[in-house]
């Protein structure tokens, strides 16, 4: 089971950008669906994006906003995040998934085995 540590949460003012980062361990992560997911307070933990080695998958709220990648030779998978607004303040967490997800069953958080910690995003008004 992949350990996954989330970095690069931080404050910054609306329409700002941030890059948020995700280190798994263990296993080669290349076989794996890789996303995040994001929980603000009071609020389920809602998805916000997920690549596979072939495709990648956006909520609507993000689309041409965020974008997810990853970087193989460094076990990573980032969130480069523009255009900040204050409903995107959150915890954001990564996550894996065995196999290759579909764009339905991606947006469900119970079939991701491998959880991060999470990291704070806070965007200001």
């Known amino acids: 089971q992949a350990q996954l540590v989330e970095s690069g949460g931080g404050l910054v003012q609306a329409g700002g950008s941030l890059r948020i980062s995700c280190a798994p361990s263990?296993?080669?992560?290349?076989?794996?669906?890789l996303a995040w997911f994001r929980q603000a307070p009071g609020k389920e933990r809602e998805f916000v994006a997920a690549?596979?080695?072939?495709?990648?998958f956006y909520t609507d709220s993000v689309k041409g906003r965020f974008t997810i990648s990853r970087e193989n030779a460094t076990n990573s998978v980032y969130l480069q995040m523009n255009i900040l607004k204050p409903e995107d303040t959150a915890v954001y967490y990564c996550?894996?998934?065995?196999?290759?997800?579909?764009?339905?069953?991606?947006?469900?958080?119970?079939?991701?085995?491998?959880w991060g910690q999470g990291t704070q995003v806070t965007v200001s008004s």
């Open positions: 996550a894996t998934m065995d196999g290759h997800c579909t764009r339905v069953s991606c947006r469900d958080r119970r079939l991701y085995r491998s």
């Open positions: 690549m596979t080695p072939r495709t990648t």
């Open positions: 263990g296993r080669t992560f290349s076989v794996y669906t």
